[in-house]
């Protein structure tokens, strides 16, 4: 079982910067895969970015690539989303996601078996 714990939602200003955490428990974290995905306001849940547990190649959704970026810690069982230049189509509720050893469709919500239970991220334009 893996417990995911997001931190570091809020406001921030269009074309600041913001970094989420998401702090996993369990001692296999490296063999986890990581995911962010987002939730807009009356949208549906959608994919944001994901790490690779293996290698810890990264995939990006477009609306995203360039501006934001994920990464991780092994040693503290973290992952993170950098979020640079966000603008206002980012807000959303912000969710981690944790699938063991997941090699493809990281960008699909049903190949996660964890999840946290969300940050809030509202960008002011």
């Known amino acids: 079982q893996v417990q995911l714990v997001e931190s570091g939602g809020g406001l921030v200003q269009a074309g600041g910067s913001l970094r989420l955490s998401c702090a996993a428990s369990?001692?296999?974290?490296?063999?986890?895969?990581m995911g962010w995905f987002r939730q807009p306001p009356g949208k549906e849940r959608e994919f944001v970015a994901a790490?690779?547990?293996?290698?810890?190649?990264?995939y990006y959704a477009e609306s995203v690539k360039g501006r934001f970026t994920i990464s991780r810690d092994n040693a503290k069982n973290t992952v993170y989303l950098q979020m640079n230049s966000p603008k206002a189509e980012d807000t959303a509720v912000y969710y981690c996601?944790?699938?063991?050893?997941?090699?493809?469709?990281?960008?699909?919500?049903?190949?996660?078996?964890?999840w946290g239970q969300g940050t809030q991220v509202t960008v002011s334009s």
């Open positions: 790490i690779r547990w293996s290698g810890g190649s990264t």
């Open positions: 996601a944790a699938a063991f050893r997941l090699g493809s469709g990281m960008g699909r919500e049903v190949s996660y078996d964890y």
């Open positions: 369990g001692r296999t974290f490296s063999s986890y895969t």
